[in-house]
Every structure is written in structure tokens, then in C-alpha cells.
């Protein structure tokens, strides 16, 4: 457990409109991951940050911008949502390079309408 | 791309029996795996990882196998309980470099659903 706490748990929004999710940890991991979970698909990369304010794209990032302005915090932005990207979004964290378990959250239930 | 996959979809075993999960992964250069049990409406639980420079790792109930010449990985549970009902995933973790650094990126196999019954 990496003190990974997600924000909402669940949402309900409508097609245009902007969503932001989220990611707080506790940690003071300085790699934060954004991944959605979709059946067939697995998790995938959406974004992931390697310190502050210094992000990047993952496989599947069109349509997510992040920001992090702080070590713990680390939001995902839909900047309009779209019911493609109705999904369940987890944020992971590590404490630092390759090598070290990735810690997950509990996850975000999206559903665009 | 660089895939991660499981053999087998779904497992059914029986309360006791031992457990085999298997998986292939395509990325001869990752040097570090990761196996994670996921249950309904949770995160990832990470359960025991490997380097790929050992072949086999114990933990409790658990064995993950790594065999490199035909890039397999294998997760056995041992004496396995309906606590163990999930879907497994495993990972592979390749390196990224950024910001003058190099860091893990997991990618994900589909999972293969465990169900033990009592």
C-alpha cells in the first residue's frame, strides 16, 4: 500500500463536458502513472509524470492532459469527455527507477452519457 | 509493439489444488516482471515480482517462474483459496528515459480470471 488515494470514485458526466480526476499520494514517490482499464484491453499508459511539473504521454494520451504541480498530487484532465472514455482509471506510483514495485490505487469509475 | 500475454483466459481449480498462471511477453530486453491479483471493483495488488536475472522467486503460497529462452512466465499458487479468486496480471517492465533518467513503464498482459471453488 502506497497511501494512493483517487478522486471521485465514481462519476457520472455528460458527453463535452470537462472531467478531472485526481491522484493523491502520500508516498513521496516522484513517478505517478495515469492508466485506463477496458475489457479486452487490459491497462494501458494514458500519462505519466517523472517529477514535478515534468510529464509525458503514454500509448493511449489523446484526449488526457496532466499536470503535477506537487510530489503528491497528480491530476488527469479529459478536456472533453467523450463516451470512449468511459472507463476505470487507476493511478499508480513508484519510488523511483526501474526496479521498484508500482503501487496502484483503488480506481475512478467514469461514465460518459 | 512490445506485448505482454496470457495463454489461458480463465482457470477454474478446485479449494486446495495448486494454481498455474501463465504468461508470454515479446520484449526480450525487460529485466523486470511483475505479477499483480486484481479483485472486483479494486486496484492491482502487487504480489511477488523477478529480475531477469533469476529464474525463480518464492513468496508466501506463490512461485513466479522465468524462463528466458522462450520468454515465459509462470505465477503457481500454492494450496490455492476462494480468497485467491481474481484476475492475475501479469507485467513487464521496460525502462524510459527521461528527464535524464531512466525509470519503469509496465506493460500489461489481458489477465487470466482465477476462480477457486470451495
Known amino acids: 500500500d502506497a497511501g494512493i488515494t483517487q478522486s471521485p470514485r465514481h462519476k457520472v458526466t455528460e458527453t463535452g463536458t470537462p472531467v478531472t480526476l485526481r491522484c493523491h499520494q502520500t508516498?513521496?514517490?516522484?513517478?505517478m502513472y495515469w492508466y485506463r482499464q477496458d475489457p479486452g484491453h487490459g491497462l494501458r499508459l494514458i500519462h505519466y509524470?517523472?517529477?514535478?511539473?515534468?510529464?509525458d504521454k503514454g500509448e493511449v494520451s489523446d484526449g488526457y492532459s496532466v499536470s503535477r504541480s506537487k510530489t503528491e498530487d497528480f491530476l488527469l484532465t479529459l478536456e472533453s469527455a467523450t463516451s470512449s472514455q468511459t472507463s476505470v482509471y487507476f493511478c499508480?506510483?513508484?519510488?523511483?527507477?526501474?526496479?521498484?514495485?508500482?503501487?496502484f490505487g483503488e480506481g475512478s469509475w467514469l461514465t460518459v452519457v | 509493439g512490445e506485448s505482454v500475454g496470457l495463454h489461458l483466459p480463465t482457470l477454474s481449480v478446485q479449494e486446495g489444488d495448486n494454481s498455474i498462471i501463465n504468461c508470454a511477453y515479446s520484449?526480450?530486453?525487460?529485466?523486470?516482471f511483475i505479477w499483480y491479483k486484481q479483485e472486483s471493483g479494486k486496484g492491482p495488488q502487487f504480489i511477488i515480482d523477478i529480475r531477469s536475472n533469476m529464474d525463480k522467486r518464492q513468496g508466501q503460497r506463490v512461485t513466479v517462474l522465468l524462463n528466458k529462452t522462450v520468454k515465459h512466465l509462470s505465477l503457481q499458487i500454492a494450496a490455492t483459496q476462494p480468497g485467491d479468486s481474481a484476475v492475475y496480471f501479469c507485467a513487464e517492465n521496460s525502462l524510459l528515459n527521461a528527464g535524464g533518467t531512466s525509470y519503469g513503464k509496465l506493460t500489461f498482459g489481458q489477465g487470466t480470471i482465477l476462480t477457486v471453488h470451495p
Open positions: 508516498e513521496n514517490h516522484r513517478y
Open positions: 509524470s517523472y517529477g514535478v511539473k515534468d510529464t
Open positions: 499508480a506510483t513508484t519510488r523511483q527507477n526501474s526496479g521498484n514495485t508500482i503501487y
Open positions: 520484449n526480450s530486453a525487460s529485466d523486470y
